[in-house]
């Protein structure tokens, strides 16, 4: 498992880095909408949503993505489209029992998964550096939590919703987010001063295990443990993606707050 | 019953059209998101929220309501941060089991009712005829679906969801609503033509029983009759809205295909 990790990731990270900063931001949100369509289908079989609802919402999010890819971000009137379509559609393929339960993966799963990777397209379009750092913040502290967590870990931070993860970890988490952060503003040269940097690091170590702790959430309420398992060793898609999912956002804001070109 | 709901249609209808159409615009947008807050506790407290989540989704309702008064339509970022906020606060309030559900009655009702609400903001910033439009058609067409329904109707339209619709009162409610459109674009000189108006209005004669029908769907799966009894005859302010808050982006989309003022 743990070598498998490793070997993945040192296969993968090359041509994926050369992707991201070398090609113009189309290639980047092109990519990421594919990735996000997987992680969709894979939410919306861990809820095992019927045929009809699935397929639609498969397209609905296509549609999503297409308008991220094409607009930066999806409007609102998507998602009023989303709702009443669905709606409507929901209405005449079975009776009332458990409508908003049908409605509610395929609704939900548009804002979480195709909705939320909008904004790592616009943090692409602002400049490849700020995607290498949403991810290399996240991941190593995903890692950090990871190596402290099954070396020091002693204290459970949230037994019931994801039965490995420590407190400990969780400070790996906001310590490894931080001091990635920093290495990787200093790498890319980005536009944020070092406190600036530091506070960014610390907030993005603190919702990777969000993002990482909802994903867990939703996978115990389906009743699943990995998304799927796709990637050898990494679990699916959507174990990838829910970190930055989560997070690209707050570092969307927190680049507005802190007047950085995003 | 009968008696009851005409002669509160009498006392409400002549104040409410004055306050529609001879006040600018905002008058309209804080009564109709004043009713929208209504609607969306009405909606949470009909799925049996938790006391947390439903104030925090009351507050983010408020929000939504008045960037949308402000700005005319939410963005895609309020419900971008509705998700991740009401996701964390579920996370931490209570365990895995039925976080979707916990989940889907606020995000679904936020984006049912103070988000579908801001269409109708927007038609009323194209003219307040178009809120006369809205409102004339739709609560015609329930009329005439009522009464048709109520002497004429043998065949029932969709008895698990709604018993006492028929295929009779739907007709009624196509014919209401499309003769509806056409005397009140005559009386307010909308600019549509007469073919357009019938399309619009034989539209909207439809859209008015599927948002009948979808907000008895979730009544049912709820376990309620009607939304409420604030308003005496009529049930509670969703019962009032439904049509509307369905057939207002209809309206407006409808609109915008055919180049009239919205």
């Given at each position: ?5 490793l070997?993945?990731a ?8 050369f ?6 931001p189309?290639?980047f949100?092109?990519l990421i ?11 919306l079989?861990?809820?095992k949503v019927?045929?009809?609802?699935l397929?639609?919402?498969m397209?609905l ?6 308008s991220s890819?094409?607009?930066g ?16 559609l929901r209405?005449?393929i ?5 409508a ?8 939900i799963?548009l804002i979480y ?14 400049g ?13 502290a ?12 002693r204290?459970?931070?949230?037994p019931?919703v994801?039965p ?12 490894g ?5 920093i290495g990787?503003?200093f790498?890319f040269s980005?536009?944020l ?12 170590g ?5 993002g990482?702790?909802v994903?867990s ?7 699943v443990?990995?998304?799927?398992h ?5 679990g699916?898609i959507?174990d ?8 690209a ?14």
């Open positions: 498992m743990h070598i498998k990790r070997i993945t040192a296969v993968l990270i090359p041509p994926i880095y992707y991201i900063t070398k090609l113009p189309v290639y949100s092109v909408a594919v990735l996000a369509l997987a992680g969709l289908w894979e939410y079989s861990m809820y019927e045929p009809v609802m397929w639609s919402t397209v999010g296509a549609m999503i993505l297409v890819v094409l607009a971000m999806p409007s609102f009137e998507i998602f009023a489209f989303v709702f009443l379509g669905l709606a409507v209405l005449f079975y009776g009332p029992e458990n908003l339960r049908d409605l509610s993966a395929p609704v799963g998964i195709p909705g939320l990777v909008s904004y790592q397209m616009l943090l692409r379009e602002a490849a550096g700020w995607i290498i750092f949403l991810f290399g913040t996240v991941w190593i995903d890692s950090a939590a990871f190596y402290v967590g099954s070396t020091l870990g204290h459970k931070l949230y019931a994801s490995k993860k420590t407190v400990e970890g969780g400070i790996g988490s906001v310590l987010g931080t001091g990635a952060a990787i503003k790498l980005l536009p001063s070092l406190g600036q940097t530091a506070v960014v690091g610390l907030v993005l603190i919702t990777a295990i969000l990482d702790l994903e959430m939703f996978k115990r309420n389906a009743g443990k990995d998304s799927s796709i990637i050898p060793g990494h699916g959507l990838k993606l829910d970190g930055s999912l989560f997070s956002p707050i570092l969307y804001w927190l680049l507005i707050v802190f007047g950085a070109n995003a």
